[in-house]
């Protein structure tokens, strides 16, 4: 694994317009003068990884049902036997992105899991995809997304063959990303149309989500995260609901920061996971992290009693937990997070997010990648252009 | 290869194929709704369409079964019937004019909207310090 500094396509701004991808320049998102290389040994290692994390969150999901431990997570109790009827009737679930400490040596690390709503979605799926295929084409990448989020499309039954897709309003970035999956669940064969999630309506009478023109919702992709559904005006009607939502209300327990403590309960000692505790005082050096936040925010990192690095925000009343402090690897001063993303049960890709703080936040980076076959022997410590 | 063989896109990139849910037709956005102690007296007004469903009161307490949204059309001089977002006159077993209606009320209704998005609004900052407000994706 490494960080190479290369040369930007000279019409790489046009050719990210051209895919849709608006917002890469918003504080240098999206950057491709350097990128990350690995050998076809480390991209193996990553996707064995990946599965066997997801493997293990299925059964972190199962027992934290069984052993009735979702209070602890915090997740209210009006929504207990909704997610448990949602798990054991296995509802569709399209994807997720685990977070991970990777160095291109030891054995990475499970950062956290973006169940619920993960997006970098088109810059994994497609941008990096064309940067690939333009700079070296002769070499591969681990992104096998669009073919993967097609086909899991394809295996979804929906009742009127239409999905609704909801986003928030003005924000550009969702609004790529759920256009983005709309283009693959279309392709995929199904009718498509997008609203902003303020303008859903709740019609009583048909105990179902609405769009604008009070068409009954059978199946509703939302980019908005459960745990503020739950605790919005329209959350307790989602329980009863003959809407089906995706993600589904099962991904709320994994999207918590609570199912690290409880992976490692499950499973100590594992080379992929970090001890993480509910209880403070356990580890002298560690990331304090609200059990729900997003990229990154009021995330704390404390070394041997010292705060080395914190980002502000809003969240963390509902509580925290404890994950052992691992620093993520230093490239030239830069700090990688790899993305690794799940397609219904199986691996599909990678993307990583660079920092030059310790904390990944929405600040960061999206620096493209690929891999070479190592006995092959080319290019592996750059190549020209 | 670890690599999708191709990544056709056939929205993104091509605005005049994006599809929107946008209000599109002249249903009002208030109509009326019958609501009844009893599923069996519901279908009885309303036939066997798909409402009738059991719902908790808008006013709290006992479950309630509600027909459907409707509205008297002036014009047509007949009841118009609010389905899957396309108004329709009443047909035959449903509102049976001059019978007892069975309902124990009736409500002036719009379906209820802005029930989520508050959590995203009340925050602060946005994604890449230009998104407009807060992201719902992570």
């Not at chain 1, 109790?77 to 997720?96: D, K, V």
């Not at chain 1, 283009?183 to 149309?193: I, L, M, N, Y």
Request: include cysteine; hydrophobic fraction near 35%.
């Amino acid at each position: 694994m490494r960080r190479l500094r290369i040369s930007p396509r000279p019409d790489y701004a046009a050719r990210l317009e051209a895919i849709g991808l608006s917002f890469h320049a918003w504080d240098d998102y999206w950057c491709e003068e350097v990128c990350y290389r690995f050998t076809s040994e480390q991209i193996d290692l990553l996707e064995a990884r990946t599965a066997e994390l997801h493997r293990m969150c299925i059964e972190a999901v199962k027992h934290v049902i069984l052993a009735k431990r979702l209070g602890q997570l915090g997740i209210p109790a009006a929504y207990w036997q909704a997610i448990e009827t949602s798990f054991m009737r296995n509802e569709f679930s399209l994807y997720g992105r685990f977070d991970l400490a990777y160095d291109g040596v030891s054995e990475p690390k499970l950062l956290e899991y973006n169940a619920d709503t993960p997006t970098s979605l088109l810059e994994s799926a497609v941008a990096q995809w064309y940067w690939m295929k333009e700079k070296f084409p002769e070499h591969d990448q681990f992104n096998s997304l669009h073919e993967r989020l097609v086909e899991r499309w394809q295996s979804l039954h929906s009742p009127d063959n239409r999905i609704h897709f909801a986003s928030l309003a003005d924000n550009e970035e969702d609004w790529v990303c759920v256009h983005y999956l709309m283009d693959t669940a279309k392709q995929a064969g199904f009718d498509v149309c997008h609203i902003a999630i303020e303008k859903l309506g709740w019609d009583r009478g048909r105990n179902s989500f609405v769009d604008e023109n009070n068409v009954p919702i059978s199946t509703l992709f939302k980019l908005y995260p459960w745990e503020w559904m739950m605790r919005e005006e329209f959350g307790p009607m989602t329980v009863a609901s003959v809407t089906r939502f995706i993600e589904p209300m099962w991904k709320s327990v994994l999207s918590c920061k609570g199912i690290l403590p409880i992976l490692w309960e499950l499973y100590p000692g594992h080379p992929n996971l970090l001890p993480a505790y509910f209880e403070p005082g356990l580890l002298s050096s560690y990331a304090k992290k609200p059990l729900f936040s997003r990229e990154g925010a009021n995330i704390v990192l404390v070394e041997n009693g010292k705060v080395i690095a914190d980002d502000e925000g809003p969240y963390g009343s509902e509580g925290y937990i404890y994950q052992a402090l691992h620093k993520l690897p230093d490239f030239d001063g830069n700090y990688p997070v790899i993305g690794s993303w799940i397609v219904g049960d199986q691996p599909a890709g990678i993307c990583l997010r660079e920092d030059a703080l310790l904390v990944t936040t929405n600040m960061s980076n999206f620096i493209p990648h690929d891999f070479v076959r190592t006995d092959e022997g080319r290019c592996w410590a750059a190549c020209p252009g | 290869m670890k690599h999708s063989k191709q990544v056709p896109l056939i929205l993104l990139g091509a605005v005049t194929a994006l599809t929107g849910c946008g209000k599109a037709n002249n249903v009002p956005a208030t109509a009326r709704q019958d609501t009844y102690a009893n599923v069996d007296d519901c279908r009885k007004d309303w036939g066997n369409g798909n409402w009738c469903n059991s719902s908790t009161s808008s006013h709290g307490g006992s479950a309630v079964y509600a027909g459907p949204r409707y509205y008297w059309d002036r014009d047509a001089g007949r009841a118009m019937v609010i389905e899957n977002g396309e108004a329709r006159p009443a047909a035959n077993g449903e509102a049976s004019r001059g019978g007892p209606s069975h309902a124990t009320g009736t409500e002036s209704v719009a379906v209820t909207r802005g029930g989520f998005g508050a959590t995203a609004h009340g925050g602060e900052g946005g994604a890449h310090g230009g998104g407009g407000g807060e992201s719902g994706g992570g």
